[in-house]
């Protein structure tokens, strides 16, 4: 079975910048999540989708970071414009029916 | 709000027991869960406890009580591949899973 799936990998921007994260969860799986994760602290969750609807999104900057999951598979995280405190991991994760998580590789975004 | 608890880094040498501590403040919890996390890879699943007691995985065991809000993970006989970040994360109501700090393991020979 495949893993969830992320990219880029890494990504080097300056402040001000547009950039776009990728996301397709693992087959079958109708939860996804976009976290984001700064160094040393654990996850927090941006933004949880349930098929193609929000269900969360309580912690995420609106003014500029937005996300969308169009027919319920692939989902794709924006961040316009870009601050320097954005600089993260983004974690994408997936479940099924149960509650477990599971993880992609993550986007280690630097935002000069 | 949540808050959890766990120490920050924690030092163990190989072939020993560690063990982890989580504190939580939540309303409506319903689990516990522990993920590890090595230096540049993704968060993986390694228990979760609804109920209290212990859980036992492998080498991995985690506890819970419901009572005292708290719980742990336990890593017997110590490898150097376990040197790691450990997460607690709590579920809560409809609330969204929530990750502790982390503990960063190291395990020395």
């Known amino acids: 079975e495949a893993g969830v799936a992320q990219s880029p990998r890494y990504k080097i921007i300056e402040k001000r910048q547009s950039v776009a994260f990728w996301c397709n969860p693992i087959?079958?799986?109708?939860?996804l999540y976009w976290y984001q994760q700064i160094l040393g602290q654990g996850p927090k969750l941006l933004i949880q989708f349930q098929n193609n609807g929000v269900v969360d999104d309580s912690q995420l900057p609106k003014d500029r970071f937005s996300a969308e999951r169009l027919k319920g598979v692939d989902s794709t995280l924006k961040i316009q414009p870009a601050k320097l405190e954005d600089s993260a991991v983004y974690l994408c994760a997936s479940s099924g029916t149960g509650d477990t998580q599971y993880f992609g590789p993550g986007t280690r975004l630097t935002v000069l | 709000g949540q808050s959890l608890e766990q120490p920050s880094e924690v030092t163990a040498v190989e072939g020993a027991i560690v063990q982890i501590n989580c504190t939580y403040q939540?309303?409506?919890?319903?689990?516990l869960s522990w993920y590890q996390q090595h230096d540049g890879g993704a968060p993986t699943f390694l228990s979760y406890n609804a109920l209290d007691g212990l859980e036992e995985t492998g080498r991995f065991s985690s506890f819970l009580s419901r009572s005292d809000s708290y719980g742990y993970l336990l890593l017997q006989e110590l490898q150097m591949k376990d040197s790691a970040s450990y997460f607690c994360?709590?579920?809560?109501?409809?609330?969204?899973?929530?990750f502790g700090k982390g503990t960063r393991l190291s395990v020395i020979a």
């Open positions: 939540t309303s409506g919890f319903y689990g």
């Open positions: 994360a709590v579920y809560s109501g409809n609330t969204p899973l929530v």
């Open positions: 087959s079958g799986h109708a939860t």
